[in-house]
């Protein structure tokens, strides 16, 4: 056995070195020395949690994003259908339809012409609107839409105009 001096990295150690020799000593530094890895290691590790935590949450948001605008565009589609079975039904109050777009015209009991489609005209032959107010029937009008020409232009209640203005506000709503 040499009688160099071995230096160690505390009082402790040498106490073991002296008490049950090198082996001990060595097993006690190579504990160290796994320990100190493994806190390295689970400081690693946590730094790989925390970006992929990060990750999780930035791809979240954007599905979320995505989620709600695939929900708008399905209730449009959803109302879209539901709205024309409707109309090819005729469960819907045409006639209240006509009132409100006329009332809408603001020009009292002034002359007007009422375009509707041939069969929602068919169903208001017998219906008496304010004098002046005259309904024809006009193929380029769709199902439930009312187009009033007046003196001062023409007012379009068009159902389908109104989905796409609904949709388009609800887009800006998610944007």
């Known amino acids: 056995m040499s009688r160099e001096p071995l230096f160690l990295p505390e009082p402790l150690a040498e106490a073991r070195l002296l008490a049950h020799g090198a082996e001990a000593v060595a097993e006690l530094l190579q504990a160290r020395t796994r320990a100190e ?12 949690l925390d970006a992929a935590v990060l990750r999780l949450n930035a791809i ?12 708008v565009e399905l209730a449009l ?3 879209r259908t539901l709205l024309r079975t409707e109309l090819t039904r005729g469960n819907y109050d045409l006639e209240r339809l006509v009132r409100e777009t006329l009332g809408e015209a603001s020009v009292g009991r002034s002359a007007c012409v009422v375009h509707l489609h041939p069969a ?22 769709a199902r439930g839409d009312v187009h009033v020409e007046t003196t001062l232009g023409l007012l379009v209640r068009d159902l389908d105009g109104a989905l796409d203005s609904i949709g388009k506000r609800l887009r800006e709503d998610l944007a």
């Open 120 to 141: 929602d005209h068919a169903r208001l032959a017998d219906v008496r609107f304010r004098s002046g107010t005259r309904l024809e029937p006009d193929e380029g009008v």
């Open 37 to 48: 890895y493994e806190q390295r290691g689970r400081e690693a590790a946590g730094s790989c």
């Open 60 to 71: 979240e948001e954007e599905v979320r994003g995505s989620l709600a605008h695939t929900a």
């Open 77 to 79: 589609e959803i109302a």
